[in-house]
């Protein structure tokens, strides 16, 4: 059983590849859930189980604090809520009888796994991995500071926030009532809610050099990428290269509208050429608001738009980050919230391949700025390239590629492993 959050298009597109490898292998899948991405897998020979609770449980409020994670951690619910929809998924998995469990963000499972005693795998990136907290790597989230290590180094603030991360169940309360009701385990900490009986980081093990050894239920099973046929727009294929720099914007379907506008007027005092992958955030832009040097699409084929740019501008998402790589253009990344601000960080402090611009910092200045450093030194594209090296293997490699790797992980760890509640 695969059970994506379905609200977001990157989450259910992972869903739906391993959906697909399992399928291969043939193993009969069952998807879990309905909602706005769910053609990904629609049309494939899946069985479809939808919640009645999906109806109000993902509602655009809740959708809302779901992605503003930083603010609202795990509390975005009521008891009555939770019990109402853990009881629907437990009654649907005893009919399926499932004989393992998968997401990548539908954390009602993290309860409702527990209750029917299935084994539940998370596929999350190794930045929501407790490893990245061990090691000290985790930032404070930029939009909501701690105020007591708001003017420590980042040294300093990046050691005790990751103890706090690991130590602190804050906003667990609501989850931790409905788990002790069934005589479950509370969770010691937040970011247990994202924790499964085994674990797959939807990363490239190379970008993650500290994590030598990992936690026994956590293996790296490489990045997720895209193969959907995306043909070039016409915009493109009449596109001519010209003297002035060619700037490439994905922000994802989780970006923040008011951001992404906002980067748009900048850009509008700038002499680039500007292309826009307009997703689902930017529902109501109206291209005639913009000078000719703008062109905007609903969809371009990421890899190959991100290779003619000369800088792209992007909100931190894996795919799209990994995208950006395998393009072996520079970038700029804008997080909207603490995992995507760890994953352009640690690329930045590893790699020097771009640019991080925290929302709190943005500014037209330190933009134009940023910019102007990454066309004008050379270094970012090459180490861009460097990267580019090592991560190739994961997409054209199918013996490396994050489905392939992980459901055979999966179905390791099922042949040697009991689940231990």
């Known amino acids: 059983m695969l059970a994506p959050a379905v609200y977001n298009w990157a989450e259910t597109h992972r869903m739906a590849s391993f959906a ?12 879990l859930g309905r909602g ?43 008891l009555h809520e939770l019990e109402k929809i853990v009881e629907e998924e437990c009654e649907i998995i005893r009919q399926y009888k499932p004989e393992v469990i998968i997401t990548g963000y539908r954390t009602t499972l993290s309860i409702s796994a527990k209750i029917v005693s299935i084994p539940l795998v998370w596929i999350l990136s190794a930045v929501v991995s407790p490893m990245y907290y061990i090691e000290g790597m985790a930032s404070m989230p930029d939009r909501y500071p701690i105020k007591m290590l708001k003017d420590a180094s980042s040294k300093i603030s990046s050691f005790y926030y990751s103890k706090l991360a690991l130590s602190n169940n804050s906003t ?8 002790k009701k069934h005589r479950l385990k509370p969770f010691k900490y937040d970011m247990q809610l994202f924790e499964g009986d085994f674990n797959l980081m939807s990363d490239a093990k190379e970008l993650f050099p500290k994590f030598k050894k990992n936690k026994d ?7 997720i990428f ?24 994905s922000m994802g379907s989780s970006g923040n509208s008011s951001v992404f506008f906002e980067i748009l007027e900048f850009l509008k005092e700038l ?18 608001d913009y000078p000719s040097n703008f062109t905007f699409e609903k969809k371009y084929p990421p890899i190959k738009m991100a290779s003619l740019a000369d800088v792209c501008i992007i909100h931190g998402g894996q795919g799209t980050v990994y995208s950006t790589i395998l393009g072996g253009t520079p970038f700029i990344g804008i997080p909207m919230f603490s995992e995507q601000q760890y994953n352009l960080e640690n690329l930045i402090n590893k790699f020097n391949c771009g640019k991080v611009i925290k929302r709190s ?39 490396y590629r994050a489905e392939v790797v992980g459901v055979r992980q999966i179905i390791d760890y099922l042949k040697n492993n009991k689940c231990d509640r």
């Open 361 to 399: 910092e943005l500014s037209f200045d330190i933009f134009k700025d940023s910019l102007y450093k990454i066309l004008t030194n050379d270094i970012y594209k090459t180490n861009i390239q460097l990267l580019k090296s090592k991560i190739e293997k994961y997409y054209y490699d199918r013996e």
């Open 36 to 78: 706005q991405y769910d053609y990904l897998y629609i049309d494939e020979p899946f069985e479809i189980a939808v919640p009645e609770s999906d109806r109000w449980w993902f509602n655009d409020e809740r959708i809302s604090k779901l992605m503003d994670i930083d603010k609202y951690r795990n509390d975005y619910t009521g």
């Open 217 to 223: 239920n956590y293996k790296f099973c490489g990045p």
């Open 172 to 179: 667990s309360g609501i989850w931790n009532k409905c788990l």
């Open 20 to 31: 697909k490898e399992f399928h291969k292998k043939g193993f009969n899948v069952i998807m």
């Open 271 to 288: 002499p680039y050429n500007v292309f826009v992958a307009t997703t689902s955030i930017l529902k109501n832009i109206n291209p005639n």
């Open 226 to 249: 895209n193969f959907e046929e995306i043909p070039f727009p016409n915009s493109i294929k009449n596109y001519k290269a010209q003297r002035n720099k060619t700037i490439f914007i």
